[in-house]
């Protein structure tokens, strides 16, 4: 089923203090944050896509990175139990919005679960067991969204989708570290190149494939393989450990 909405919450005041160690965190501009959110969100709906807009949240930081609080899938939602206890909060905008369109439930504890871990396929999700993200919480999801769930298990890392994302099509776009792993058997993966390792989360609504500016070797791989690229500006997103999937919830 193609996706007909996209979910999304702009950058709030709050927003450079943000969970992320990026060396230039300190030049962090929300205006600009909040100027490369709204380009965003505009090609969403250039795209076709019905944008609904989460009220702002100045009092979490990261509340911009709703993909976190919640993973929709075959028409029901889990509602994420993030990790980190200063974004719990986050995801209750977010299941307000979601509970007028769909069946939700919430992860409870010792569950922790979020998004940013989840990559969707037609007929299954692959999720990392990471920082964020627990069995438990790997476990909860697949009973409440009734499919089957490959875990990439690397507890060095925050989120899977930083390294992994599906461009559609039976096609992933993934950094070296992860292009083998077992859970990716019978797709085809396009290898970001070196040092554009942050090209590899993507956001791919029917042919077209959002990207980060800059990489353009990424840029014209994904055009070989037959995709139309948008360069998005995302440099306030990234001082923020933030990527251009991190921005929406797609359903």
Same mark, same amino acid.
């Given at each position: 089923?193609?996706?007909?909405?996209?979910?999304?919450?702009?950058?709030? !005041? #709050?927003?450079?203090?943000?969970?992320? @160690?990026?060396?230039?965190?300190?030049?962090?501009?929300?205006?600009?944050?909040?100027?490369?959110?709204?380009?965003?969100?505009?090609?969403?709906?250039?795209? =076709?896509?019905?944008?609904?807009?989460?009220?702002?949240?100045?009092?979490?930081? !990261?509340?911009?990175?709703?993909?976190?609080?919640?993973?929709?899938?075959?028409? *029901?939602?889990?509602?994420? *139990?993030?990790?980190?206890?200063?974004? *719990?909060?986050?995801?209750?905008?977010?299941?307000?919005?979601?509970?007028?369109?769909?069946?939700?439930?919430?992860?409870?504890?010792?569950?922790? /679960?979020?998004?940013? !871990?989840?990559?969707?396929?037609?007929?299954?999700?692959? @999720?990392?067991v990471t920082?964020?993200?627990?069995?438990?919480?790997?476990?909860?999801?697949?009973?409440?969204?009734?499919?089957?769930? !490959?875990?990439?298990?690397?507890?060095?890392?925050?989120?899977?989708?930083?390294y992994v994302?599906?461009?559609?099509?039976?096609?992933?776009?993934?950094?070296?570290?992860?292009?083998?792993?077992?859970?990716?058997?019978?797709?085809?993966?396009? /290898?970001?190149?070196?040092?554009?390792?942050?090209?590899?989360?993507?956001?791919?609504?029917?042919?077209? /494939?959002?990207?980060?500016? =800059?990489?353009?070797?990424?840029?014209?791989?994904?055009?070989?393989? =037959?995709?139309?690229?948008?360069?998005?500006?995302?440099?306030?997103?990234?001082?923020?450990?933030?990527?251009? #999937?991190?921005?929406?919830?797609?359903?």
């Amino acid at each position: 089923m193609e996706p007909k909405r996209a979910l999304v919450r702009e950058p709030g !005041d #709050s927003y450079p203090g943000c969970i992320s @160690s990026h060396p230039l965190l300190h030049t962090l501009d929300v205006s600009l944050a909040r100027t490369q959110h709204a380009s965003y969100c505009e090609v969403l709906s250039e795209l =076709g896509l019905e944008v609904i807009r989460v009220p702002r949240d100045d009092m979490h930081p !990261d509340s911009c990175f709703v993909e976190d609080t919640a993973v929709v899938h075959g028409g *029901r939602a889990l509602i994420c *139990r993030m990790a980190v206890e200063s974004r *719990r909060g986050e995801q209750l905008g977010v299941e307000a919005i979601l509970k007028q369109y769909m069946p939700v439930r919430r992860a409870t504890a010792l569950a922790t /679960v979020e998004g940013g !871990d989840v990559v969707h396929l037609p007929d299954r999700l692959i @999720s990392g067991v990471t920082q964020r993200t627990n069995l438990e919480g790997v476990t909860q999801m697949g009973e409440w969204l009734k499919v089957p769930v !490959d875990i990439i298990v690397d507890t060095g890392i925050v989120h899977l989708k930083s390294y992994v994302t599906s461009l559609g099509k039976g096609r992933i776009i993934a950094t070296r570290k992860y292009s083998n792993h077992p859970a990716l058997a019978g797709l085809e993966v396009l /290898v970001v190149p070196e040092g554009e390792e942050y090209a590899a989360n993507t956001l791919t609504i029917g042919d077209t /494939v959002l990207m980060p500016a =800059g990489h353009l070797g990424s840029h014209e791989m994904v055009r070989e393989a =037959g995709y139309e690229v948008i360069p998005m500006e995302v440099s306030e997103i990234e001082k923020c450990e933030g990527a251009l #999937s991190c921005l929406s919830i797609i359903f």
